[in-house]
């Protein structure tokens, strides 16, 4: 069974910072793109940041890159999302998501739980 279990989320100030976890099993995590998606609260979800497998080329959303960092541990089959400079509007639940491709952008073949990250003073 295909499991997705995000962790990291929590309360932080505008500026501050946080990094969540996305722990994989039930699947060979090395050969599969990896995303971070989120949901705000009354919105749809939006595709955040993407890393490939094998080399590991990365993308981001215009209203995250330069403020957020994606990595893969594949060896620990994990994936992390260092979020940097925090603003309100980055509130939302954050999920973990597998799919074939980096260019991948919704239908993904999976994803976890969530873990809930809000930026409030």
Not at 30 to 51: D, N, T, Y
Request: glycine residues 12%; hydrophobic residues 35%.
């Amino acid at each position: 069974e295909v499991q997705l279990v995000e962790s990291g989320g929590g309360l932080v100030r505008p500026g501050g910072s946080l990094r969540l976890s996305c722990v994989a099993s039930g699947f060979t995590f090395s050969i599969f793109a990896l995303h971070w998606v989120r949901q705000a609260p009354g919105k749809g979800l939006e595709w955040v940041s993407g890393i490939s497998s094998g080399v590991g080329n990365t993308d981001y959303a215009d209203s995250v890159k330069g403020r957020f960092t994606i990595s893969r541990d594949n060896a620990k089959s994990t994936l992390y999302l260092q979020l940097n400079s925090l603003k309100p509007e980055d509130t939302a639940v954050y999920y973990c998501a597998r799919s074939n491709y980096l260019s991948t952008r919704k239908d993904f073949l999976n994803r976890g739980q969530g873990t809930q990250v809000t930026v409030s003073s």
